[in-house]
């Protein structure tokens, strides 16, 4: 079984900083729809859950390959949270990345 990189070229990390500068819009709402949910008590929250919710409920102009919002991308998008909001590091489960 070959590698992400093996197969495309560049790390999962390389792509998903290309798709977050083409697409600040994802992380706006990332961000719009975790902070609504701990304002609402929400203590733990799905990455892929919010990245669902935005890819079902807007449409999206989007640039990059053709799953719009990659699912590789979305442990990316917790940890870009985190990082940026420390004091919320609990609200996402984190593993240990692979790649």
């Given at each position: ?43 733990k929250l799905s990455a892929k859950t919010i990245l669902g919710f935005i890819r079902w ?38 593993r240990n990345l692979r790649s």
């Open positions: 079984m070959s590698t992400y990189f093996e197969y495309t070229g560049n790390t999962i990390q390389e792509r998903f900083e290309e798709f977050d500068n083409k697409n600040p819009l994802v992380w706006n709402l990332f961000k719009q729809q975790v902070q609504k949910a701990i304002s609402r008590g929400k203590k409920n807007l449409t999206l102009a989007t640039t990059g390959d053709e799953f719009k919002i990659n699912d590789i991308f979305t442990s990316r998008y917790s940890r870009k949270y985190i990082n940026q909001f420390p004091e919320h590091k609990e609200v996402f489960e984190l």
